[in-house]
């Protein structure tokens, strides 16, 4: 399942038209979206690209880990 699923299912948003989310398409080593003032990547390891404040396991994983991968924030403020 594509990262951007994830996250739309782990807000509870559709899922079409959620590319419209993502930071700075093809500049980043994975796809990155911004939903609010946050960064969020999904992955097993932790994203390398430089977002916000760091990166940390967001606290809501249930779609994460159905699909076997970790759901990463990056907080802006």
């Known amino acids: ?3 951007s699923y994830i996250i739309a299912a782990t807000f509870g948003t559709d899922c079409q038209g959620f ?5 700075q398409p093809g500049r ?3 796809a990155i979206y911004t939903v609010g003032d946050d960064y969020f ?8 690209d430089e977002c ?4 940390e396991k967001y606290t809501d ?4 880990e159905k699909y076997g991968t970790v759901l990463w ?3 802006c403020h």
């Open 1 to 3: 399942m594509r990262g």
């Open 19 to 23: 590319e419209e989310y993502r930071y």
């Open 28 to 30: 980043t080593s994975r």
């Open 41 to 48: 990547a999904v992955g097993k390891t932790k994203p390398k």
């Open 52 to 55: 916000g404040q760091g990166w």
């Open 61 to 64: 994983q249930f779609w994460a």
């Open 73 to 75: 924030v990056s907080r």
